[in-house]
T-cell receptor
């Protein structure tokens, strides 16, 4: 089955700096890569996703890049703000056939220092 | 549109007791999932369903059972609760067809403690 590794496990940045979180996946059949943000005591919320036919996707201050050959994808947050502090999870799945369930990474706790 | 609704939100169980976590969605989603999240960890798939009458095991199915008699409902049953089942349980759903994405929507979670 799929295995997703995520690093770093914790990341502390100053407000206004950029943050980068990286993930690798093992199953070459995976073709859908979402990122979820989870605040303390809350449910995971989708913040951005990318299909394997796209190399990069941007939405305001967040962007995701995908390298299919190397089987890794990254989340980039620019101009970080204190409200970006949360746990971020990457995930992977194959969405054209099969179970389509997401396999999650272990999470990155991002702390943005004011 | 309530989305994905889970009950109960909090529950304390004694070792050996059984219970059912209820999950219902009103988005007419074909796929439904149960994940568990241990403290400080990622989410692990327990069971999933691709439609009414069809269920399958995920990564950590032992100690759990599910059923999917309707499109809307996907209850998770814990038999003979053990301390290792202390966790936060998230029900989720998605509408997925070939070639589309697979945005998964989560319920608010059920905090379960087994003592």
């Amino acid at each position: 089955g799929e295995n997703v590794e995520q690093h770093p496990s914790t990341l502390s940045v100053q407000e206004g700096d950029s943050a980068v979180i990286k993930c690798t996946y093992s199953d070459s059949a995976s073709n859908y890569f979402p990122w979820y943000k989870q605040e303390l005591g809350k449910r995971p919320q989708l913040i951005i996703d990318i299909r394997s036919n796209v190399g990069e996707k941007k939405d305001q201050r967040i962007a995701v890049t995908l390298n299919k050959t190397a089987k890794h994808f990254s989340l980039h947050i620019t101009e970080t703000q204190p409200e970006d502090s949360a746990v971020y999870f990457c995930a992977a799945s194959e969405v054209d056939t099969g179970r389509r369930a997401l396999t999650f990474g272990s999470g990155t706790r991002l702390q943005v220092q004011p | 549109n309530a989305g994905v609704t889970q009950t109960p939100k909090f529950r304390i169980l004694k070792i050996g007791q059984s219970m059912t976590l209820q999950c219902t969605q009103d988005m007419n989603h074909n796929y439904m999932y149960w994940y568990r999240q241990d403290p400080g960890m990622g989410l692990k798939l327990i069971y999933y369903s691709v439609g009414a009458g069809i269920t399958d095991k995920g990564e950590v199915p032992n100690g759990y059972n599910v059923s999917r008699s309707t499109t809307e409902d996907f209850p998770l049953r814990l038999e003979l609760a053990a301390p290792s089942q202390t966790s936060v349980y998230f029900c989720a759903s998605s509408y997925s067809t070939a070639g589309s994405g697979n945005t998964i929507y989560f319920g608010e979670g059920s905090w379960l403690t087994v003592v």
